[in-house]
């Protein structure tokens, strides 16, 4: 036996000692599935230990039919293949069995959202409500041992010496996990392990009157969220690197912002969309804002239409126009500068230009005179409306007081996907046009049937993909054909 792992008197005597200090039976959970998405894959095979505080253990274990075919990489990593499932039961005739296991237990396993989140999408197909406290085992083993850099699975077998017979089948990983949990409770103070676990069930702050088991399945990953009030009225629509952290900051101000105290108290339900990375979120927040115009959504609901400076070739030399920038094309020579609500604040801001560098402004047709303009009887103009300074000295000076202010041009010849790919090896590519944002899709293969309904120039989708490209994503680009037009 392994130094360290547990014999079965042991591991009776620690784990109920463990459920003791909990006050709860505990019961541990692995499954197998077809892939790592709950809404696209099927669960193929269940382990259950259960653990009592009276220190009765008993094991369950099944095959499960999911009614597709299992990839050649699940198979390759769990052995489990189509021949073996083909006589399994269904999950919908299995699953009052696992649910008399589960019922009134902790529900405990390694990422615990992952195997929680599974049954309770199956559950959801058969419209059966289920709900369980959850205690992960991955943060259970950050908590106790944060000097230590991994905590999967087989780290931790090799850390504490654990046995396993059947790696990658449910119930073998199962029993991992009551035996991890028996070297917990045999060989650290009582009061270090309960204030552990105690601290990583009390992680969840869920007000009263929404689902107690919210936090339990909120994704720590990436992703668009969204409150809902009465009537389903949309209050707030927010994103994050780490849905969970950022949801339930929500209602731990709640406590001491009077903002988020008015918005906790209307929330009655939450939705959430994940996104392979940041970029998905900043997009789906983005259009979820200014498409819908949550109530307390302050950020990201200005004017749809803003204007902008374009410099444009006169008979003498360049010409600034004041136009609309919702149908501007930043294309490599294009010069635009400026993003304003209105046309006369672009105006104002020319001339404010123009007297700081001494420009002159009826060349830059601020001012209709006959002659000279007012700001060169003054001094204060170089003569460009004169031939005192050459058009093309002015024009350069005017360039270099704009340049702070100017659009990027796009810097690619046609349209772009910008990759982004999760832990789970799924990914999003958004795609871009001109800095006008296409759609997004999850294959290239995808990309071909995206339309180009044409848009307008964001300015919020323009400086979140400029911020974007300007780091490590732009090893990340990759340049696509023309989307079909509407």
């Not at 409500?129 to 950050?142: D, N």
């Not at 230009?353 to 000279?372: D, F, N, T, Y």
Request: proline residues 5%; hydrophobic residues 40%.
């Amino acid at each position: 036996m392994a130094a360290g792992h547990p014999g079965p008197t042991a591991v009776a005597s620690d784990t109920r000692s463990l459920a003791a200090l909990l006050g709860r039976d505990l019961v541990c959970v692995d499954l197998e599935t077809t892939g790592g998405n709950p809404a696209l894959h099927r669960i193929i095979e269940i382990g259950v230990v259960t653990i009592d505080r009276d220190g009765a253990i008993s094991e369950w274990t099944t095959l499960v039919d999911p009614g597709c075919r299992i990839p050649p990489s699940i198979v390759g990593f769990t052995g489990i293949d189509d021949a073996m499932v083909a006589g399994a039961p269904a999950f919908a005739d299995i699953y009052k069995d696992l649910l008399e296991r589960l019922d009134g237990r902790l529900f405990v396993a390694h990422n615990a959202r992952f195997d929680y989140g599974f049954i309770k999408g199956e559950l959801a197909r058969l419209d059966v409500r289920w709900q369980a406290r959850t205690l992960c085992t991955v943060k259970l083993s950050r908590r106790l041992h944060p000097e230590h850099p991994r905590h999967n699975l087989d780290a931790l077998i090799a850390r504490h010496g654990l046995g396993c017979e059947a790696r990658h089948r449910a119930l073998g990983d199962a029993r991992v996990l009551r035996d991890l949990l028996a070297v917990y409770a045999a060989t650290l103070p009582a009061g270090q392990l309960a204030a552990a676990a105690t601290a990583v069930l009390g992680e969840s702050l869920v007000p009263a009157h929404l689902p107690q088991d919210l936090a339990d399945e909120l994704p720590e990953g990436p992703g668009v969220y969204r409150f809902y009030g009465e009537a389903d009225a949309l209050l707030y629509v927010g994103k994050s690197k780490n849905l969970k952290q950022r949801v339930l900051a929500h209602f731990g101000a709640a406590a001491r912002d009077g903002r988020e105290q008015k918005l906790v108290a209307l929330l009655r339900r939450v939705e959430w969309q994940e996104t392979a990375g940041e970029l998905g979120a900043l997009l789906a927040e983005a259009r979820g804002v200014k498409r819908d115009a949550p109530l307390f959504n302050r950020r990201l609901r200005g004017p749809l239409q803003l204007w902008s400076i374009r410099l444009a070739e006169g008979s003498d030399g360049v010409v600034p126009v004041i136009e609309d920038a919702s149908g501007i094309e930043v294309h490599a020579e294009a010069e635009i500068y400026g993003l304003f609500k209105k046309a006369r604040d672009a105006k104002q801001a020319l001339t404010e230009i123009a007297r700081a560098q001494g420009l002159c402004q009826k060349v830059l047709g601020l001012e209709a005179a006959e002659g000279s303009c007012f700001a060169y009887q003054l001094g204060r103009c170089r003569g460009a409306c004169v031939g005192r300074e050459s058009r093309r000295l002015h024009d350069t000076r005017l360039r270099l007081a704009l340049s702070a202010s100017r659009i990027k041009p796009w810097p690619y010849p046609g349209a772009v996907a910008v990759r982004e790919r999760n832990w789970r090896g799924e990914e999003d590519l958004h795609v871009f046009q001109a800095w006008r944002y296409i759609g997004t899709v999850h294959s290239v293969d995808e990309i071909a049937e995206l339309r180009d309904a044409g848009g307008t120039f964001d300015v919020d989708i323009y400086r979140l993909l400029a911020k974007h490209l300007a780091g490590p994503a732009a090893g990340h680009v990759l340049e696509v054909p023309p989307c079909r037009p509407e």
